[in-house]
T-cell receptor
């Protein structure tokens, strides 16, 4: 089973920041948090990942709480093309290389 | 460009027939995976392979089979034993067992059994 909890859906106004939360209260010390997104009927796309520190790349920022029990993905200026399902995943390192995907958050960017 | 190719994009089969979905990668990745996605649902792991000639069952392996004879290829066969095979199938690969490596996904195959 997936080890993360995300809200099923969110809306965001175009041009505003989209903040997508994720709870992973049972995360282990050596497990990373990954974020992917899936546009309808396509394969998921990697966004960002992190262990302890906050991370930023050209797509998004990842904020991980100090206790590592939750994180937030931030899309700084949401566009209509950011409408997708966003998956927060904790890497299960003790069972090999698999990712376990939950149902994610369906983000709708509103014009 | 390196990537993962899944073919075909759409596949129709009659009930009771086996069907094989293709997945090829030129990323030199060791590990490959098959996921199934049903409408409005997340991804569920069917099989995975971390090295050539070796693979393990995922959470929903019943009714499916795989092979890994080459590093680049990880075909999935949906057998007649799979009770509800209509779904969107996604193949992925990753670089190695290190925690920093994420997945690269293919564009998927939508299988419809009639």
């Amino acid at each position: 089973d997936a080890k993360t909890t995300q809200p099923p859906s969110m809306d965001c106004a175009e041009g505003r920041a989209a903040n997508l939360p994720c709870n992973h209260s049972t995360i282990s010390g050596n497990e990373y948090v990954y974020w992917y997104r899936q546009i309808h009927s396509q394969g998921p796309q990697y966004i960002i990942h992190g262990l302890k520190n906050n991370e930023t790349n050209e797509m998004a920022s990842l904020i991980i709480t100090e206790d590592r029990k939750s994180s937030t993905l931030i899309l700084p200026h949401a566009t209509l093309r950011d409408t997708a399902v966003y998956y927060c995943i904790v890497r299960v390192t003790n069972t090999g290389n698999q990712f376990y995907f939950g149902t994610g958050t369906s983000l709708t960017v509103i014009p | 460009d390196g990537g993962i190719t899944q073919s075909p994009k759409y596949l129709f089969r009659k009930e009771g027939q086996n069907v094989t979905l293709s997945c090829e990668q030129n990323l030199n990745h060791d590990a490959m995976y098959w996921y199934r996605q049903d409408p409005g649902q997340g991804l569920r792991l069917i099989y995975y392979s971390q090295i050539v000639n070796d693979f393990q069952k995922g959470d929903i392996a019943e009714g499916y089979s795989v092979s890994r004879e080459k590093k680049e290829s990880f075909p999935l066969t949906v057998t007649s034993a799979q009770k509800n095979p209509t779904a969107f199938y996604l193949c992925a690969s990753s670089g190695d067992g290190g925690s920093n490596y994420g997945y690269t996904f293919g564009s998927g195959t939508r299988l419809t059994v009639v």
